[in-house]
């Protein structure tokens, strides 16, 4: 069985896993792996997961899809840490609903307590690309 943290990786490829979905279903099952083995009609019991996204998830082949977007990762200079790992940042761990899984292009040190994270959508139009942008050259 693979670890927990890539099948995490994995579930987060899949497009109609939203932030408030992947929430709800972590928060119903707990585990990636519990998430992986539900059935559909538990799936679908969750808010946010309708019928096509238990679909996907049940069969999604998550260890594979996790270590291939690991290693894409890498290929881009990014890494990966999810919610279970000890370099996660701390304070970022503490907001009500933190990422599950947070790409990081630099270093994280242990010391940076201050920091500002700019969070995007997986499909984020030519005007939010461009605030983005700005936004972290200015805060920078």
Known sequence: MSDERILTIGLN??????ACAAAAT?????????ILAAPAEALTAVRGVGPALAGAVRSLDAAKA?????????ECG?????????AYPARLRMIPDPPRVLYVRGTLAPGDDDGIAVVG????SAYG???AGRLAHDLA
């Open 129 to 131: 690309r461009t605030v």
């Open 26 to 34: 972590f928060e119903r099952f707990r585990t990636a792996a519990a």
């Open 78 to 86: 990014v890494s990966i840490l999810t919610l279970g790992d000890a």
């Open 13 to 18: 490829t899949l497009p109609g896993m939203r």
């Open 121 to 124: 959508a997986r499909a984020a």
């Open 66 to 74: 996790g270590e291939a977007e690991e290693r894409r990762a890498r």
